[in-house]
């Protein structure tokens, strides 16, 4: 993945995150900008991303885990930073789908969620599936923001006691260093053509159009994100989607899931009888 893009897609994009995930994400990558073999072609190559989706066949249940923070692909930076790729992920969940040994799936997850992009994609692969096979998601740590909006797909999802669930929402945060950068006597001109063009950018203030439209932006993949929780779950009110976490105890009052099991062993075991 070329730098420019790893960028972008930290510092620039709507995100369905845990915010301590993505502050984490964002100081490995600026002490990874520090080093001088950080610009290696092969230290940003795409295809060096760890493969970390691949599923297990116990007994006629596939466990596929979901773990770390979730992207649509990954480089090997991104994989070293505790990314998840769903490109992988949704091919092993074609690949489950086509096996006519596998009744049951497993979504053996423990992420606080990452980008928007290719979780709807996902999310249907998810929801499609769990019409002709028995689908359940399970965490014994946690399932937040865009991992939820994955397991919320699912027939069934079950948490151990010590878990949490939650943080439905999206937030796009950028940094105004305009102050910053006048005290230091640093001044910048923009040439550009197009009203929205270089939105954003460091040194610029946003004007009110474009904080409107950003928000706008944030908004929609909310609205969306919600939808399809709500498909699944109904009963799961807007007052329990405003980005908060639950514990087990709260999650199962407000329908986020459907019961609390400490082992997954013990409910795979269930899933095979």
């Known amino acids: 993945m070329r730098l420019e893009r790893i960028l972008e897609v ?13 502050r984490a994400i964002q100081t490995i990558l600026e002490a990874h900008l520090e080093r001088a073999d950080f610009l290696r072609p092969d230290f940003l190559n795409e295809d060096d991303c760890t493969d970390n989706s691949n599923y297990q066949i116990l007994g006629n249940t596939a466990v596929i885990p979901i773990e770390g923070t979730i992207l649509n692909k990954c480089s090997g930076l991104e994989a070293l930073c505790g990314a998840f790729s769903l490109e992988e992920f949704k091919q092993d969940i074609k690949d489950v789908a086509a ?30 599936l769990a019409n002709s096979k028995n689908v359940y998601a399970y965490t014994y740590d946690c399932i937040a923001s865009a991992a939820y909006w994955l397991a919320s797909q699912a027939n069934g999802i079950f948490i151990s006691k010590s878990a949490e669930v939650g943080s439905i929402g999206v937030y796009l945060a950028l940094l105004d260093v305009t102050g910053a950068m006048e005290n230091e006597g640093i ?25 409107a439209l950003m928000q706008a932006s ?15 779950r109904p009963a799961v009110t807007s007052d329990s989607m405003q980005g908060q976490m639950f ?5 199962l009052k407000a329908g986020l899931i459907d019961g609390v099991i400490n082992d997954v062993n013990a409910l795979i075991d269930y899933l095979n009888k």
């Open 99 to 128: 096996r006519p040994d596998v009744k049951n799936i497993l979504l053996n997850i423990s992420s606080g969620g990452g980008t928007v992009t290719g979780v709807p994609e996902a999310a249907d692969l998810i929801s499609e």
């Open 218 to 232: 944030v908004d929609k993949v909310y609205t969306n994100f919600t939808a399809y929780v709500n498909a699944k």
């Open 10 to 22: 930290v510092y620039t994009k709507p995100w369905a995150i845990l915010p301590t995930k993505h």
């Open 187 to 211: 001044k910048l001109e923009l040439f550009k053509a197009g009203k929205f063009k270089a939105m954003g950018i460091p040194g610029v203030p946003l004007s009110d159009e474009e904080r």
């Open 247 to 251: 514990d087990s105890d709260e999650a």
